[in-house]
């Protein structure tokens, strides 16, 4: 099937429409808005809780690479759903072999994956 440019029409409106409800909010704001400044307006405010320190202190990597393993090992686990719901069908149709042996695989890959990060510490808080 091919498609010609005239297909692509609608979607032009619709980001053109889109575009414009942007800018023509932006304006209205600007137009609109209080344009007050004081003392008390350009301070930071955060929850009522006066500001301490510097906001550019620095974060413990550790935190980072707790974090992104938690969504690494999150998206794996995704990927056991529509593997259990593949499985359960050829389940059913007696073919199921191969799909155990795959996620025997894929359990043993995230076990060593664990394993390595263990042994490396990095779920260690304390040094």
């Known amino acids: 099937m091919n498609s010609i440019p005239a297909d692509y029409f609608p979607i032009f409106i619709q980001f053109g429409v889109a575009m414009a409800f942007v800018v023509a909010t932006m304006t209205l704001t600007h137009l609109v808005g209080p344009k007050v ?13 006066e500001s301490e320190g510097d906001a550019r202190s620095p974060i413990a990597v550790k935190y980072f690479l707790v974090a992104i393993l ?5 998206v794996e686990i995704i990927f056991m759903y529509p593997w259990a719901v593949n499985f359960k069908s ?9 799909y155990l042996v795959e996620m025997v695989l894929f359990m043993a890959l995230l076990l060593v994956g664990f394993l390595y990060i263990i042994k490396k510490g ?6």
Request: charged share 25%; net charge negative.
């Open 37 to 49: 400044l004081g003392n008390k307006k350009t301070q930071s405010f955060e929850c009522g809780i």
């Open 90 to 98: 050829a389940l059913a149709s007696g073919e199921g072999i191969p």
């Open 70 to 74: 938690f969504v690494l090992f999150d």
């Open 122 to 127: 990095v779920l260690k808080w304390e040094e």
